[in-house]
């Protein structure tokens, strides 16, 4: 079966510091990857997906990066965090037109 | 294009109820339909899915989605509330693309009184 993985699950950082958030998917080869920011008030916003090694869409014009180093590992990265980036972060796997299966988050809190 | 419409932002029921979570999507193409569950700084979990099989789908926890196209309409129902589904709860939409990108409603609240 497949697994999905984000660390950390808590992350408390001040301004200006930077940032790496790591998903890796285990059971599955080739998966599509995301990143979702969801802000207080429960809205999912798309950031970033990747189809494949090397290939990251970026949605939203942001002070945020992704990388897919691996197959199967997704990262979140920023060289200097806002305020306004505080959320929880949500990694997820798909497959065209179906169904996305989603971490456990992490909840960056940027003070 | 695709978009989804959850009719209620809040649904408050006591326990032992029916719940009834209300959805609308609009789709150009066959779409696939989802409803997930998020309780409090988790992740989402899928509750069930419609991908033009049956029309009425079963998923865990007792949830089932019927599908109805002439309505546009994809209501998330339960006949007993128990106080864990106490949560909040997305429906989704997507069609067959490279990205696989999703549409997500903006999420009923839903809470269980005892």
């Known amino acids: 079966s497949q697994t999905i993985h984000q660390w950390p699950a808590t992350l408390v950082q001040p301004v200006g510091s930077p940032l790496s958030l790591e998903c890796t998917v285990e059971?599955?080869?080739?998966?599509?990857l995301y990143w979702y920011r969801q802000a207080a008030g429960r809205g999912l916003q798309l950031l970033f997906y990747?189809?494949?090694?090397?290939?990251i869409s970026s949605e939203v014009p942001q002070n945020l990066s992704a990388s897919r180093p691996q197959d199967r590992q997704f990262i979140l990265s920023s060289k200097k965090l806002l305020l306004s980036d505080s959320g929880f972060y949500l990694c997820?796997?798909?497959?065209?037109?179906?169904?996305?299966?989603f971490g456990p988050g992490t909840r960056l809190t940027v003070t | 294009a695709q978009s989804v419409t959850q009719l209620d932002s809040h649904v408050s029921v006591s326990e032992g109820t029916p719940v009834l979570l209300r959805c609308n999507y609009s789709s150009s193409y066959s779409p696939s339909l989802f409803w997930y569950v998020q309780h409090p700084n988790k992740g989402l979990q899928l509750l069930l899915k419609?991908?033009?099989?049956?029309?009425l789908v079963k998923g865990i926890n007792g949830f089932e989605a019927e599908f109805k196209k002439s309505e546009t309409s994809f209501h998330l129902t339960k006949p007993s509330a128990h106080m864990s589904d106490a949560a909040e709860y997305f429906c989704?939409?997507?069609?067959?693309?490279?990205?696989?990108?999703?549409?997500f409603g903006q999420g009923t609240e839903l809470s269980v009184k005892p």
């Open positions: 059971g599955t080869s080739n998966p599509n």
């Open positions: 989704v939409v997507t069609v067959y693309n490279q990205e696989g990108k999703l549409i």
């Open positions: 990747s189809v494949g090694i090397g290939q």
């Open positions: 997820a796997w798909g497959r065209q037109g179906l169904e996305q299966y």
């Open positions: 419609y991908t033009s099989a049956a029309t």
